[in-house]
């Protein structure tokens, strides 16, 4: 599978609408593009499941490690990746650029063009000799102007590039190729899909057959053991709610378990298992829901008795006592874990993290490291004789340099971690 990068010059610049203009347009010429996302996101790839038709991978080498990302990008089942970046190509811990150099991707820079024309070629160009400056192995082959116009504004930009850099397409400033936002980012795909005509009215104005062409074929990773299949079987949230997984994720517990979903947004009694995994999500959006429902007050009931719960952000809310919404209704959750949990109106953390396991726990050994990420808006009030599995070695965490609040076999994290982590396999070890 051939692979490319669409990466802009900063957040903002309409980089996840441009990939799927390119989505739409490979399919439109006959190609079967594989969607995936640099970093560590749940929300663009879901909008790239939407017009795919298939999951998104993410790409983080510092989630899963370079092996791992490689390996995430080979579970792919199309002909072209199409992997859209993060932030600006070159910024954060964990940036578009390290993932293009460990995968070794040509990458086609997305720049908005809405009041530029010569000025959106000095532009690419700066990006392109940067990483020969910083000794950089980062191939800048093309750019797609981003809501640009046709007529004389496309063909100044394309006169105005280099040679060394491609004129690949421009998206049109289309009234419908606005996805809303809220706290944590972009409404989910299944949630505000963009209108596929209009997408596909976007996507004519692209190269994409051009594009194809400086798609690249990384070297595959070696095979690595994912551990013994087991009897277990683990028990999945799915919904409004639960909805922030990563397709690895769920892979690797489907590699070793059975895997069963339920919705507590919906009131589904908890199916039979031998442990729970509680994604994030917005619990806050459902709230009311949540704590009319009756699957939280199960689930309670079973943790208290022993049951192995795993919650990541959206899950530790749910696993709370309380959750305060930004309406400022507070509602009962699953009373598992001693915290009151309280939505802000800004994000508490937002960061790649790093935590160390003080003992053995569902995740980790005692010693052992896992690096993760956290993206919230929440707060917790937790109880002062708490237990903590884990110190935060990078990140914020729940309080005072700690994350990982435990409470019988259950524990809850705001940070998020991926399969090749290793988190998920001991989680199963110790079902």
């Given at each position: 599978?051939?692979?490319?990068?669409?990466?802009?010059?900063?957040?903002?610049?309409?980089?996840?609408?441009?990939?799927?203009?390119?989505?739409?347009?490979?399919?439109?010429?006959?190609?079967?593009?594989?969607?995936?996302?640099?970093?560590?996101?749940?929300?663009?790839?879901?909008?790239?499941?939407?017009?795919?038709?298939?999951?998104?991978?993410?790409?983080?080498?510092?989630?899963?490690?370079?092996?791992?990302?490689?390996?995430?990008?080979?579970?792919?089942?199309?002909?072209?990746?199409?992997?859209?970046?993060?932030?600006?190509?070159?910024?954060?811990?964990?940036?578009?650029?390290?993932?293009?150099?460990?995968?070794?991707?040509?990458?086609?820079?997305?720049?908005?063009?809405?009041?530029?024309?010569?000025?959106?070629?000095?532009?690419?160009?700066?990006?392109?000799?940067?990483?020969?400056?910083?000794?950089?192995?980062?191939?800048?082959?093309?750019?797609?102007?981003?809501?640009?116009?046709?007529?004389?504004?496309?063909?100044?930009?394309?006169?105005?590039?280099?040679?060394?850099?491609?004129?690949?397409?421009?998206?049109?400033?289309?009234?419908?190729?606005?996805?809303?936002?809220?706290?944590?980012?972009?409404?989910?795909?299944?949630e505000a899909p963009i209108d596929?005509?209009?997408?596909?009215?976007?996507?004519?104005?692209?190269?994409v057959e051009r594009l194809a062409?400086?798609?690249?074929?990384?070297?595959?990773?070696?095979?690595?053991?994912?551990g013994k299949r087991t009897d277990?079987?683990?028990?999945?949230?799915?919904?409004?709610?639960?909805?922030?997984?990563?397709?690895?994720?769920?892979?690797?517990?489907?590699?070793?378990?059975?895997?069963?979903?339920?919705?507590?947004?919906?009131?589904?009694?908890?199916?039979?298992?031998?442990?729970?995994?509680?994604?994030?999500?917005?619990?806050?959006?459902?709230?009311?829901?949540?704590?009319?429902?009756?699957?939280?007050?199960?689930?309670?009931?079973?943790?208290?008795?022993?049951?192995?719960?795993?919650?990541?952000?959206?899950?530790?809310?749910?696993?709370?006592?309380?959750?305060?919404?930004?309406?400022?209704?507070?509602?009962?959750?699953?009373?598992?874990?001693?915290?009151?949990?309280?939505?802000?109106?800004?994000?508490?953390?937002?960061?790649?993290?790093?935590?160390?396991?003080?003992?053995?726990?569902?995740?980790?050994?005692?010693?052992?490291?896992?690096?993760?990420?956290?993206?919230?808006?929440?707060?917790?009030?937790?109880?002062?004789?708490?237990?903590?599995?884990?110190?935060?070695?990078?990140?914020?965490?729940?309080?005072?340099?700690?994350?990982?609040?435990?409470?019988?076999?259950?524990?809850?994290?705001?940070?998020?971690?991926?399969?090749?982590?290793?988190?998920?396999?001991?989680?199963?070890?110790?079902?």
């Amino acid at each position: 599978m051939r692979g490319v990068v669409l990466a802009g010059t900063s957040s903002g610049v309409g980089k996840t609408v441009a990939t799927l203009a390119v989505l739409e347009g490979l399919q439109s010429a006959g190609y079967d593009p594989q969607p995936a996302k640099a970093g560590p996101d749940f929300i663009d790839p879901s909008h790239h499941a939407v017009v795919s038709d298939r999951p998104s991978r993410s790409l983080d080498p510092w989630l899963s490690g370079e092996a791992g990302c490689r390996r995430n990008y080979w579970r792919g089942t199309g002909e072209v990746c199409v992997v859209e970046g993060m932030m600006g190509l070159y910024d954060g811990t964990n940036s578009t650029a390290a993932v293009a150099e460990t995968l070794g991707l040509p990458v086609v820079l997305v720049v908005d063009a809405k009041a530029g024309m010569e000025s959106v070629a000095a532009t690419a160009l700066g990006f392109k000799e940067y990483a020969d400056a910083a000794g950089r192995e980062i191939d800048v082959v093309g750019v797609l102007a981003q809501r640009a116009h046709g007529g004389r504004h496309a063909e100044g930009i394309e006169a105005a590039l280099p040679d060394e850099l491609a004129y690949l397409g421009r998206i049109p400033p289309l009234s419908g190729l606005e996805i809303p936002d809220r706290h944590l980012g972009l409404h989910m795909g299944g949630e505000a899909p963009i209108d596929r005509e209009t997408l596909r009215e976007a996507s004519e104005h692209l190269e994409v057959e051009r594009l194809a062409e400086f798609a690249r074929k990384p070297p595959k990773p070696e095979a690595t053991e994912t551990g013994k299949r087991t009897d277990a079987t683990v028990a999945v949230a799915d919904d409004g709610a639960f909805c922030f997984k990563y397709p690895a994720t769920i892979e690797r517990l489907r590699d070793r378990a059975s895997v069963v979903t339920f919705s507590p947004v919906a009131g589904d009694p908890l199916p039979e298992c031998d442990g729970v995994y509680l994604p994030g999500g917005y619990p806050e959006l459902h709230g009311e829901a949540l704590e009319a429902g009756g699957t939280l007050e199960e689930l309670g009931d079973l943790a208290t008795d022993g049951l192995p719960v795993l919650g990541e952000c959206g899950g530790l809310m749910a696993l709370s006592e309380t959750l305060t919404d930004t309406d400022g209704e507070t509602h009962r959750m699953a009373g598992v874990l001693p915290a009151d949990v309280e939505m802000c109106e800004r994000y508490q953390a937002l960061d790649h993290v790093e935590l160390r396991a003080r003992e053995d726990t569902l995740t980790a050994d005692g010693g052992e490291t896992l690096r993760g990420h956290e993206f919230h808006y929440s707060r917790a009030d937790v109880a002062s004789d708490a237990s903590f599995a884990f110190d935060v070695e990078r990140g914020d965490g729940i309080e005072n340099g700690k994350d990982g609040l435990v409470a019988h076999r259950t524990l809850g994290t705001y940070a998020h971690v991926h399969a090749d982590s290793g988190a998920f396999d001991r989680f199963l070890d110790r079902l």
